[in-house]
């Protein structure tokens, strides 16, 4: 299991929102370098980047994570939400390894870009309307679970192994991830899942390896000090 910590980004701070409301947002560092060097000396193997300035329609933060890629040479994986290949080979060019793209144009657009910039550097965003009711209302993208079978399976066929799965109801909330749900989607669409949202214990974290789920993104809990990335990588690896 690859565990991710997680890094958002919005006017160049490290912040958290929940469920996409950017209303919000909580401030945890106003220098994401520092939070990546320390992801780094504790261990990490990856780190999940997020430009929320791009998710909110507020500018991008391209800059800064070239930058941060620069000088934190670990893998980078960076969600968000590109769409085309245009956007997504602008992270590439910043050094990101994989990037995380919404599937806006279906199976035939996933085609197109895994064709476009190579399936083994890609995953599939599938977020799923959870509960409460109107976790998704502020989500365009959010699925049943239905249609995220069916869009990992699209993913699969188009070359895309890997998928970023995350209840919204869940998100930002510290009350536990869909672990059951990233295990029916695995074992429905023969894709690896990455689940994200939701982690709040050490606990979680030993059932999500123990579960046979590829990864988890993490984030408000190591900034919160409900354990360490050092102890949350140990669990993952055991």
Not at 53 to 80: H, K, M, N, S, Y
Not at 151 to 170: E, N, W
């Amino acid at each position: 299991m690859e565990l991710y910590p997680a890094i958002d980004i919005r006017a160049g701070r490290v912040v958290r929102v929940r469920r996409g409301d950017p209303g919000s947002e909580i401030v945890y560092h106003t220098d994401p370098l520092v939070v990546a060097e320390r992801y780094a000396r504790d261990g990490a193997r990856w780190i999940h980047v997020v430009d929320l300035d791009r998710v909110f329609g507020a500018g991008d933060q391209t800059a800064l994570i070239e930058e941060l890629v620069r000088r934190v040479p670990l893998r980078w994986q960076a969600g968000g939400g590109a769409a085309t290949a245009e956007e997504a080979d602008a992270l590439f060019a910043c050094g990101i390894s994989r990037v995380i793209v919404r599937a806006s144009g279906g199976a035939a657009g996933l085609q197109d870009l895994a064709e476009s910039c190579g399936g083994a550097r890609l995953a599939v965003a599938l977020d799923v309307a959870g509960q409460p009711a109107g976790a998704s209302a502020r989500s365009p993208h959010a699925l049943d679970h239905a249609g995220a079978v069916a869009l990992a399976r699209a993913a699969s066929s188009a070359g895309i192994a890997t998928v970023v799965y995350t209840d919204l109801g869940l998100e930002g909330r510290l009350g536990g991830a869909d672990v059951g749900g990233a295990v029916a989607l695995a074992a429905a669409a023969g894709v690896e899942v990455i689940v994200s949202g939701g982690i709040s214990a050490l606990a979680e974290i030993s059932s999500i390896r123990d579960a046979g789920v590829a990864g988890a993104v993490v984030g408000r809990a190591l900034y919160e000090g409900k354990f360490t990335l050092r102890e949350a990588l140990a669990c993952s690896s055991r």
